[in-house]
């Protein structure tokens, strides 16, 4: 499986911005899909979550309410709407399939990850 990541940028802090993560090699329409960051000098972070269905999701609290992960199965695609950008928002993001259906909130429970697309948010 390959997860292929896009859709960073530079943007203004309030700005919005939304990432893509493509699949190929299997269809991941029966997988939990998921989303982390990594902000420079720190550790990675959990960000989203969303289950095989798209019925549930899973936010940090740093990104509740103004992030949206959602997934189109016909597509094999998710995605992170991003609003209200914040500077502390920039990290490169990685979008992750995890092999179990449901939410997963931590690094260790997903097996492939895509490389990272770059998110900077400036003041």
């Known amino acids: 499986v390959q997860l292929q990541a896009s859709g960073g940028g530079l943007v203004q802090a309030g700005g919005s911005l939304r990432l893509s993560c493509a699949a190929s090699?299997?269809?991941?329409?029966?997988?939990?899909m998921a989303w982390f960051r990594q902000a420079p000098g720190k550790e990675r972070e959990f960000v989203a979550t969303i289950d095989w269905n798209g019925g549930n999701t899973r936010y940090a609290d740093s990104v509740k309410g103004r992030f949206t992960i959602s997934r189109d199965n016909a597509k094999n695609a998710v995605y992170l709407q991003m609003n209200n950008l914040k500077p502390e928002d920039t990290a490169v993001y990685s979008c992750?399939?995890?092999?179990?259906?449901?939410?997963?909130?931590?690094?260790?429970?997903?097996?492939?990850w895509g490389q990272g697309t770059l998110v900077t948010v400036s003041s």
């Open positions: 992750a399939a995890s092999v179990m259906p449901g939410l997963v909130t931590v690094a260790s429970g997903y097996h492939y």
């Open positions: 090699g299997r269809t991941l329409s029966r997988n939990g």
